[in-house]
């Protein structure tokens, strides 16, 4: 009874519009390449101070599950995650929508990114406290296997050639280390230039290495930009709903690991859609199909982005402390509402907090019909559009997306070099996923490897630090399953052959 | 416009960009040499790993060479003139102005990616539709959303 009156208040009328809206709006906010989960967050903050405080952590809610979602549109039809969480999307997304199947990837992200959020929402409501504290058992080491983790990742990305994609992810590591050093305060890599002191922002990176080289092969041929496939004419619903089933357990093992990761304070979607693309493809029957359009590739990263948005709000809202950046934006709005977040929200303010969190169930469920409408015509939108016109208006959006992220024309410079840089080194075989992955989890990595180090020295032993904590030693498993399940797996079907 | 695939007894190309990651990989272990140990241990890792990749890659093309392709297929100089204008628009964008660049770099841009026949019709549609997005996109972003971009000494 409890539960089910927490149930019906979202049921408003008010509640419910705003939910619709939220989630459009962050739709759109997404699904433009530069803007992320966080800005559109920060931007319609001030539009909630006026609403009554469960409605206005609804909207919130809305506009992040429905913005990283959105990220998925341009990374499926343009190469270009819209948001950092989409990353792992354009692996398939791109290639099934080159293929004449962008309607078909964008329906399996949509299905897929609503299974996501529903278990990270379910996880929210049943299990907050208890994950809450399971986060706080990750220390600086547990960070740096998971970033070591999501580096495995490079060799299933390497297509052929596992050395250029290692250097590949060599160079995105050290790209992430220009600027102030974290730990330490050393300049490093500015070549003396005012520019490069903040480091590069990855989401200009993102864009650069991503879309800039799109755009330079789009004017390079008169050919069509993308295929057209001969069912455009239906969402093909029931295609996408039968990939999902078919791939229920991936769909499942996903959000489960979107949760999981969006549970640690600081990881992300971006972390939590690379991790499970990665587990995705090692468990698969195909996994040489992974990156050719395998839409089980777009199931593990669009579930597991948004499982983080519940996943998020667990530390956010049991300890204060904001699983996501737009965790950390809608901390700021709860303080505003004068909601405060801890352990005794639960029981003191149970009826905000139950209505915010149905009210994010309601969230996802209508990013259903909302992400299938806008995902048919942003596709036959990009068909219909003449290439001509299509490059210079992603050119611009791209100077658009750059420019806002810090409104800096420092990133925009940057972005297009990257762009450059990015073609001519995929032209000759070191593509820009390794680089991409490098540049993502570089950061977490030294900053884990640097304070675990420290802590090791402190404690009298370095090695003890790193090899012996339990959660390491499980994601280090997970690192050597992860690289040798090849090996493994041909060795095992030698002897069942042979055997036969 | 040309297209031509070329096949290489080995991978030449592979063969200099490793050794220019070689010679990438001594530069960051020199330069790391003026920070502290905690901000040298890791670009050192690294650049150590980029130099034995690098390495064991040069070893393979030269002791062990396997055919590689490499497509060169397109117009380059479309390329070039396309990566050429962004890098004008992202240089002047603060200094003349977001909107004026913008308008500027869009239609340098379409001019470039058109390969059809120019007809007056053609032009203006694309013109106009193209230029009802762009005004329409930054009214959004500089009067809704409130992104401040900047407008330089033109606008």
Not at chain 1, 49 to 77: C, D, N, V
Request: hydrophobic share 55%; aromatic share 10%; with cysteine.
């Amino acid at each position: 009874m409890f539960h089910l009156q927490f149930l019906l208040d979202i049921f408003t009328p008010l509640n419910f519009v705003i939910a619709l809206a939220g989630v459009c709006a962050g739709i759109v906010i997404g699904a433009m390449p530069g803007l992320t989960a966080t800005m559109a967050v920060a931007v319609l903050v001030p539009f909630t101070f006026a609403a009554p405080p469960a409605t206005a952590l609804i909207a919130l809610g809305a506009i992040y599950t429905g913005a990283i979602y959105g990220g998925s549109y341009a990374a499926i039809l343009l190469n270009t995650p819209g948001t950092p969480s989409a990353i792992a999307t354009t692996f398939d997304g791109y290639p099934m929508a080159k293929k004449g199947d962008g309607d078909l990837a964008l329906t399996i992200a949509c299905l897929s990114s609503v299974v996501g959020g529903l278990v990270g929402a379910l996880c929210l409501i049943l299990l907050a406290p208890p994950l809450a504290q399971f986060a706080l058992s990750f220390g600086p080491v547990e960070y740096f296997w998971m970033a070591i983790f999501g580096l495995t990742l490079i060799a299933s990305l390497s297509e052929g050639n596992i050395y250029k994609a290692a250097i590949g992810g060599c160079i995105g590591l050290l790209l992430s280390m220009i600027g102030v050093a974290e730990v330490g305060g050393d300049l490093r890599f500015t070549g003396e230039s005012y520019t490069l002191l903040g480091g590069l922002d990855v989401v200009s990176a993102l864009i650069g290495l991503y879309c800039i080289p799109v755009l330079i092969d789009l004017v390079a041929s008169p050919a069509s930009h993308m295929k057209i496939s001969t069912r455009v004419s239906s969402f093909r619903l029931k295609e996408g709903l039968t990939k999902c089933w078919t791939d229920k357990f991936n769909l499942l093992r996903s959000s489960v690991i979107g949760t999981a990761v969006g549970i640690l304070p600081g990881a992300g979607g971006s972390i939590a859609s690379l991790v499970a693309y990665s587990e995705a493809r090692r468990s698969s029957k195909n996994p040489e199909n992974f990156g050719q359009g395998e839409s089980s590739g777009i199931v593990a990263t669009e579930s597991a982005n948004n499982a983080t948005v519940g996943g998020g709000f667990v530390p956010t809202l049991v300890l204060g402390i904001p699983g996501t950046p737009p965790d950390a934006v809608i901390l700021g709005a709860l303080l505003v509402q004068g909601i405060r977040v801890g352990p005794q929200l639960f029981t003191e303010q149970s009826d905000v907090v139950f209505t915010f969190m149905y009210g994010l169930i309601l969230a996802t469920l209508l990013m259903l019909p909302v992400g299938l409408l806008f995902g048919r015509y942003a596709f036959r939108l990009l068909i219909a559009t003449p290439k001509a016109l299509l490059v210079p208006t992603v050119a611009f959006l791209t100077m658009l997306g750059g420019y806002a992220v810090n409104n800096s024309g420092n990133d925009v410079v940057i972005m297009v070099v990257l762009g450059g840089i990015g073609w001519v080194l995929a032209r000759f075989g070191f593509k820009q996923s390794p680089i991409v992955l490098g540049l993502i989890l570089g950061v977490i990595a030294e900053a884990g490897f640097v304070q675990g180090y420290l802590i090791g020295s402190a404690r009298g032993s370095v090695l003890a630090e790193f090899f012996t904590r339990p959660i390491s030693m499980v994601v280090v498993a997970f690192i050597l399953l992860t690289l040798f399940y090849p090996i493994i797996r041909k060795q095992l079907g030698k002897s069942k052959g042979s055997q036969s | 416009m040309s297209t031509q695939n070329h096949v290489y007894s080995r991978d030449f190309y592979g063969l200099a960009f490793c050794i220019f990651f070689l010679l990438l990989g001594c530069s960051i272990w020199w330069a790391s040499m003026g920070y502290s140990e905690l901000g040298a241990v890791f670009p050192r890792t690294i650049a150590t790993l980029l130099m034995l990749l690098s390495a064991m890659y040069i070893v393979r093309v030269l002791v062990w060479p396997k055919a590689t392709a490499y497509e060169f297929d397109g117009s380059n100089i479309r390329r070039v003139l396309l990566f050429l204008t962004l890098v004008a628009w992202a240089f002047s964008l603060e200094v003349l102005g977001f909107l004026t660049t913008s308008i500027v770099g869009f239609i340098l841009i379409l001019l470039i990616a058109n390969y059809d026949a120019w007809t007056l019709k053609r032009a203006t549609g694309l013109v106009l539709s193209g230029l009802s997005v762009l005004i329409g996109l930054y009214v959004i972003f500089k009067v809704v959303l409130h992104v401040p971009l900047p407008a330089g000494m033109l606008m």
